[in-house]
Structure formats: C-alpha cells, structure tokens
C-alpha cells in the first residue's frame, strides 16, 4: 500500500470494518468513522486503528484511539514507523460530557 490510510474499526475484539483511503482525500475529507460520536456509538466502535503509509510503502505512522460506550475518545496512541509507542493521552468527561481532565 502506498500513500493511504487504512482504518480497521472494532467492538472489543471483533473486527468490524476496514477502510483504505487515499492520502489526499483523507486530508481533505470527513469521515463519520473519525468525527461522529453517534456513528461510534450506533455502531459499537470501541477502537479504531489507522495506519498511515507513504509514497514508498512503508509506514508513516500509526494510532489506536479508544472510546466509550457513547462514541467519546477516551483514549490516544501513538506509534512510530515501527509500532513503538510515543505518546499515549487519555481523557475522561463530566456528567454534561465536556472533557473533564486529560491525561
């Protein structure tokens, strides 16, 4: 694969969609999978990864966002080209849903 990003969407364990998309329209796009709290919560998404592959191939980065029951981040990775983690931020809400503290 080169110059897209692949998305691979779970409900826990089970593997539930797999998107590739072309580097140019990810930028430029919108993506329900990444910006719809209800989509995540209508369809169970607990754990999205996306992999971000350049013009040679290889891997650019990559990242597994973590989110609750109602579709909200709860928790970022990041990863190098070769899946070491770089940074982790977590995020936890109050009862109107604003975000309470990030870790």
């Given at each position: 694969?080169?110059?897209v990003v692949k998305l691979e969407l779970f409900d826990g364990e089970?593997?539930?969609?797999?998107r590739v998309i072309e580097i140019?329209?990810?930028y430029d796009g919108d993506f329900e999978e990444i910006d719809s709290?209800?989509?995540r919560s209508q369809n169970s998404v607990s754990?999205?990864?996306?992999?971000?592959?350049g013009e040679d191939g290889d891997i650019g980065e990559a990242w597994a966002n973590y989110y609750d029951g109602?579709?909200?981040?709860?928790?970022a990775e990041r990863y190098d080209?070769?899946?070491?983690?770089?940074?982790t931020e977590e995020f936890m809400y109050d009862?109107?849903?604003?975000?309470?503290?990030?870790?």
């Open positions: 694969m080169k110059n089970k593997a539930i969609k797999s140019n329209e990810w709290e209800e989509y754990l999205i990864k996306g992999t971000q592959y109602l579709g909200r981040l709860i928790k080209s070769e899946y070491n983690l770089v940074d009862q109107n849903g604003k975000i309470l503290k990030k870790v």
